[in-house]
């Protein structure tokens, strides 16, 4: 059973910085990509960045700057670090990759999201 397993979430000070991790466990064949996105409240979940096989990085608007995605294959861990934080990036934070099975057929999993807040 593939799952995707978050840590790093909290209470963070305006201007201060967070890093967040998730690691894939299971019996895979390949990850194709791995991402962060978050959610506030019940608005849509929108990109924050995703990494590809082939080390490419794709940002959502507005992100670009104050997050940072960096991946360990070995480790099948990618980790998102946020510097700058701002009251505005108070959200729960979910964790996506897109998988290879052993079948060969691609499925996109989901963390189970880790809540960050910006606050003093």
């Known amino acids: 059973q593939v799952q995707l397993v978050e840590s790093g979430g909290g209470l963070v000070q305006p201007g201060g910085s967070l890093t967040l991790s998730c690691t894939v466990s299971g019996t895979i064949r390949n990850i194709n990509s791995m991402g962060w996105y978050r959610q506030v409240g019940q608005r849509t979940r929108e990109l924050v960045v995703s990494t590809a096989s082939d080390g490419s990085t794709t940002y959502g608007d507005s992100m670009r700057g104050r997050f940072t995605i960096s991946r360990d294959n070995a480790t099948r861990t990618a980790s998102l670090r946020m510097t700058g934080a701002k009251p505005e990036d108070t959200a729960v934070y979910y964790c996506?990759?897109?998988?290879?099975?052993?079948?060969?057929?691609?499925?996109?999993?989901w963390g189970q999201g880790t809540q960050v807040t910006v606050s003093s």
């Open positions: 996506f990759a897109m998988i290879q099975a052993m079948s060969y057929h691609i499925y996109d999993y």
